[in-house]
């Protein structure tokens, strides 16, 4: 079995080499293979009579989770996704988040003042483990009371050596000229796989949909979009609203 999968490791390493020269893979490394940070997208379907309950809960009792990891967001979503929540948690190596639910488990606080309460409301919980891509750096809005579009793009099999720089182009364009601002860029480690997350914001919804129409006919944005999604097989975006007790407004 081992022999196996080195020798499927190392198949896979030669393919990286022939389809981009060690030049190009500098231009695409991941952040995973410089340092150990990574964010934890977290989804959360509520149940519809249950929903205000729960963020009322969570508004009072978060800070019995913020007090053992960094969370970077927690957002209400209001289009493309009914009674969910999404947030996500920073962390700097997976011992640091295996020793965080560890804690967790043996907080009594945080078991009886909250698990208890709020796992009963939901329907469903689902995660995925994403790094920051090399070009991308968190970005904080400019002022609070706007919105956030997650835009979820999947892509085809090859990883960022094949559709890399496409995409990098295709995001860039809509940001170079401030039709939206980039909160941050992902890629996905577990979870669907060849999966790219961008976290736009935006002043409101109606200020996205104008910048939607006006990049629409921006040939800049036609040009770099038509050229990424040769390597497109879906995508999905939603759009959110930050809860009161978000560190990202």
């Known amino acids: ?13 030669l393919l990286e080499n022939v389809i981009a020269p060690k030049s190009l893979q500098a231009c695409i490394s991941t952040d995973q293979q410089q340092h150990g940070t990574f964010y934890e997208f977290r989804t959360y379907c509520i149940q519809p009579h249950q929903n205000a309950a729960f963020l009322r809960l969570t508004n009072e009792k978060i800070h019995l989770r913020t ?11 209001e289009y493309g996704g009914l009674n969910q929540v999404f947030h996500i948690w920073k962390y700097d190596s997976y011992s640091q988040r295996a020793g965080v639910r560890a804690a967790l488990a043996q907080d ?4 009886e003042q909250y698990i208890s309460k709020a796992m009963p409301m939901l329907t469903s919980q689902d995660n995925e ?7 991308s750096k968190i970005q904080r809005a400019p002022k609070e009371g706007g919105v ?3 835009a979820s793009f999947q892509m085809r099999p090859g990883g960022p050596a094949v559709w890399g720089p496409a995409f990098e182009a295709a995001v860039s364009a809509h940001s170079a000229v401030g039709y939206a601002l980039p909160v941050g860029v992902f890629h996905s480690e577990f979870g669907p796989t060849n999966r790219m997350h961008v976290l736009w914001w935006y002043e409101g919804a109606d200020q996205r949909a104008a910048s939607r129409h006006k990049a629409h006919g921006d040939p800049r944005v036609v040009a770099a979009v038509r050229e990424s999604v040769t390597y497109l097989v879906s995508q999905q975006n939603k759009l959110m609203f930050p809860t009161p007790f978000s560190p990202s407004k």
């Open 148 to 150: 956030y579009e997650l």
């Open 129 to 135: 483990v994403t790094y920051m891509v090399p070009w």
């Open 67 to 77: 007090a053992h990891s960094e969370l970077m967001g927690y957002w209400s979503v």
């Open 1 to 13: 079995m081992l022999t196996a999968r080195k020798a499927l490791w190392n198949a896979s390493r």
């Open 108 to 111: 009594p606080s945080w078991i």
